[in-house]
Nanobody, 127 residues
Framework: QAQAVESGGGLVQAGASLTLSCSTSGRPFNEIAVGWFRQAPGTEREFVASISRTSKTEYADSVKGRFTISRDNTKQTISLHMARLKPEDSAVYYC?????????????????????WGQGTLVTVSS
C-alpha cells in the first residue's frame, strides 16, 4: 500500500520562497506519479501540481510560473518549490501517489486518481 509523507511547511512573508518535500513508501519509486494538492480552511482540496514517472509535469493555473515540482529518483523524494508566494497560497499542502497504473508520461490531476495521502504540512503566507 503506497503512502506519502509531507514536510517543509512553515510561515513566510509574501514574496518569499519555500520548498516542500514528499517521501513515499509501499511502491517502487520509479513506478509512481505524485501529486500535490492544497486545502485552505472552508474550501475543497484543490490540485496544485503533479509529476509523472518520466518527470513530465502539470500545474494548476494559479501556480503556473511560480511553483516547480521535481523528483529525485536517487533520493526518492518529490519536491515542490514555491516562489513568489502570496497570502492566497496559504493552506495545508498534501502529497499523494497515483492510484492507477497509467502510461509513464501521464500526469494525474484529479483527487480520485490518488491514494496514500499524507497528513499534510501547513504553509502560511503573511501579507
Amino acid at each position: 500500500q503506497a503512502q506519502a509523507v509531507e514536510s517543509g511547511g512553515g510561515l513566510v512573508q509574501a514574496g518569499a520562497s519555500l520548498t516542500l518535500s514528499c517521501s513515499t513508501s509501499g511502491r517502487p519509486f520509479n513506478e509512481i506519479a505524485v501529486g500535490w494538492f492544497r486545502q485552505a480552511p472552508g474550501t475543497e482540496r484543490e490540485f496544485v501540481a503533479s509529476i509523472s514517472r518520466t518527470s513530465k509535469t502539470e500545474y494548476a493555473d494559479s501556480v503556473k510560473g511560480r511553483f516547480t515540482i521535481s523528483r529525485d529518483n536517487t533520493k526518492q523524494t518529490i519536491s515542490l518549490h514555491m516562489a513568489r508566494l502570496k497570502p492566497e497560497d496559504s493552506a495545508v499542502y498534501y502529497c499523494a501517489v497515483n492510484r492507477f497504473n497509467n502510461s509513464p508520461d501521464y500526469t494525474p490531476s484529479e483527487l480520485y486518481q490518488f491514494v496514500g495521502w499524507g497528513q499534510g504540512t501547513l504553509v502560511t503566507v503573511s501579507s
